[in-house]
């Protein structure tokens, strides 16, 4: 099936750092959206991208819709002890088609 | 509105039983969706419902039977539990025909024994 691969796999930063995350593919996305999974919790999304070069914020949240439509990142800054959980990518190649998800990016934010 | 609701969050079988995992929606979305999570694995389409009565396979359906009893319920059926399918199961909706952007529930943990 499609793949996306998400990179990097795990990060320990110290709190008040900021963080970078992107997702690749080897396919053309029209719709890439980042979610994040707290501790045994559902994935919720954060952020929805529509538009190639699309650059969009929720807070200290920021995801980018790659030019080239292959790719998108997500940028946390100034990290806080909450953010940590996992980060998933995930892309919609054509409206109603099912989502492709990524492996995840485990964050760890120490105090 | 509770949103993506999912019974039970916690199930322990034996190998060869069988259970049913139920999910609800309120949100009036049309499409549901059944995911697996394993570690290292990201989440993984079981089976998807783009409309009421309408259900198809997903990447992994094997073992696993899916029924949408109406627009807000749907069910994830194990016939015969292995441990391979010991996973986290997360059922979603979504607004199918537009962008699609999917709402989680919070999940079944299953073990298999």
């Known amino acids: 099936g499609q793949q996306l691969n998400q990179s990097p796999q795990s990060m320990f930063i110290q709190e008040g750092e900021d963080v970078s995350m992107n997702c690749t593919s080897s396919?053309?996305?029209?719709?890439w959206l980042w979610y994040k999974q707290d501790p045994g919790e559902g994935p919720v999304l954060l952020i929805a991208?529509?538009?190639?070069?699309e650059l969009t914020s929720n807070g200290r949240l920021t995801a980018q819709f790659g030019i080239t439509r292959k790719d998108s990142f997500l940028n946390i800054s100034a990290s806080i002890p909450s953010d940590v959980g996992i980060y998933f990518c995930?892309?919609?190649?054509?409206?109603?088609?099912?989502?492709?998800f990524g492996e995840g990016t485990q964050l760890t934010v120490n105090p | 509105n509770a949103g993506v609701t999912q019974t039970p969050k916690f199930q322990v079988l034996k190998t060869g039983q069988s259970m049913t995992l139920q999910c609800a929606q309120d949100?009036?979305?049309?499409?549901m969706y059944w995911y697996r999570q394993d570690p290292g694995m990201g989440l993984r389409l079981i089976y998807y419902?783009?409309?009421?009565?309408?259900?198809d396979k997903g990447e992994v359906p094997n073992g696993y039977n899916v029924s949408r009893l109406n627009k807000r319920e749907f069910s994830l059926r194990l016939e015969s539990a292995a441990p391979s399918q010991t996973s986290v199961y997360f059922c979603?909706?979504?607004?199918?025909?537009?962008?699609?952007?999917?709402?989680f529930g919070p999940g079944t943990r299953l073990t298999v024994l």
């Open positions: 949100m009036n979305h049309n499409s």
């Open positions: 396919s053309i996305f029209n719709t």
């Open positions: 979603a909706s979504g607004l199918a025909g537009g962008t699609d952007t999917q709402y």
């Open positions: 991208l529509y538009k190639a070069g």
């Open positions: 995930a892309g919609l190649r054509t409206s109603g088609s099912r989502l492709t």
């Open positions: 419902s783009a409309s009421e009565g309408t259900t």
